[in-house]
């Protein structure tokens, strides 16, 4: 992560090249260069395919994912719509896991069903695929661990039953940064991230990126990219970049304090249950020990008291945890789950009070402990 898609000499840091037109010497180089990029290779005949300081980034997630090749978008959520558009056809139809980004839902019922595109959502690992599979039937979408609760999901095991039906595996990698976590050698095709988040590490960038596990796969990515216009700022390629350099001391950093601060909380009288697959109490912990090499800093809680209005007086009484809806920077950030969010997945197990999800960021851990003891004692 430090030197793939680096300089080996002149400037350490990639430079930004910011461009909207690119310009030729002659008609021939120009020929030639479209003629090239229409091969499927990543050239630039405009400053929306990207420059040197977009290549050095896609090069540095690809490594990180143990990919084919990556794909930059201008969101997270983007770069899912981008798998789902780029995959799907009108008739078909996805398994999506239940405990996906809520954003999913919303792309489903915004765009994906006025385009003919048919979704049903299951509980991974206790439905079998081949009792949901159609004739139609053509991606499984999953994300592990899950969004709110933090399911482990059996991915060796769902992956090799989806390929057997000939279905292809999509994986939202971004609770990992991709350095805890590979899915495409547990046997995804496609792996997806937010670098809002971990990869850009700053809480300064929105940006998603696509890391495919094939040639075949790819061109059907990038006919998406460009069908559906998306381009990335060069100064906002950089910024991830930059992230990507400090993503495992950062990441480790999240990790150490993230598990201190759960343990903190599973032993506290106030709280109920702790979500967070690096605890032996977890019931994903096993799967987590087998595929994972870490944890990430998200981390929820839910409270003993049954009182609605708890959980937002234990999150306005923290003092270091900011109120964010984000996470994946350095700062430590608190929010309330909505239960509607919490209700459309199978894992839930309806406690008694409201779950708060806290992203542990960089500060001291004792610090942050102090703090979310001093907030509970609120109640």
Known sequence: MIHTGAPAVGPVNVPVVRTSTVRFPDTETYAAQHHRRAAGERVATYGRHGTETHRALEAAVCALEGGHESFLAPSGLSAIVMVFLGLLSAGDHALVADNVYAPVRR??????????????????????????????????????????????IDLPALAQEARALGLIVAVDNTWSGGLFYRPLSLGAHLSVQAATKYLAGHSDVMQGVVTVDSPALGQRIQAAYDALGLSVGADDAYLVL??????EVRLTRHFANALQVAEALAGHPAVARVYYPALPSDPGHAVWRRDFTGASGLVSFALRSPDPSAGARVIDALALFGLGASWGGYESLALEAAPERLAEHGCWDRAPGAVIRLHVGLEHPQDLIADVEQALRRL
């Not at 765009?111 to 595109?117: D, E, H, V």
């Not at 299951?122 to 949901?132: K, M, N, S, T, V």
């Open 107 to 152: 792309t489903d019922k915004a765009l994906l069903q006025r385009f003919g595109i048919t979704v049903d959502y299951f509980r991974p690992g206790r439905e079998p695929l081949a009792q949901l599979v159609r004739p139609n039937t053509r991606l499984v979408y999953l994300e592990s661990p899950s969004s709110l609760l933090f399911e482990v």
């Open 242 to 247: 930059r992230g990507v350099r400090t993503l």
